[in-house]
């Protein structure tokens, strides 16, 4: 999958990942490959990434929204 973080000032993260978790308004949720398209509003809390190569990495955010559409995951964050 491959997924961008993008803020209104730049761009955050680029690259292929095997696992998001991701903090939605409803409660947190996962994204795996090939998961279902999906458009969801976050709230303010962490971007749980695991890479390709296994390694986590987190991101804060302010809130934003999530779009999944076939295998490719575009965050839009207030803040990160």
Known sequence: MFL???????????GEVDAVK???ADGS???L??????IATL???????TDT????ENFEINGGV???LKNKIIVLAENA
């Open 43 to 49: 709230k303010k809390g962490t971007v749980k990434i």
């Open 66 to 68: 999530v779009e999944v």
């Open 33 to 38: 490959k090939n998961h279902a398209p999906i």
């Open 4 to 14: 961008e973080i993008i803020t209104p000032d730049k761009k955050v993260y680029s």
């Open 29 to 31: 949720f996962g994204v």
């Open 22 to 24: 991701l903090p939605g």
């Open 53 to 56: 190569k296994k390694h986590i």
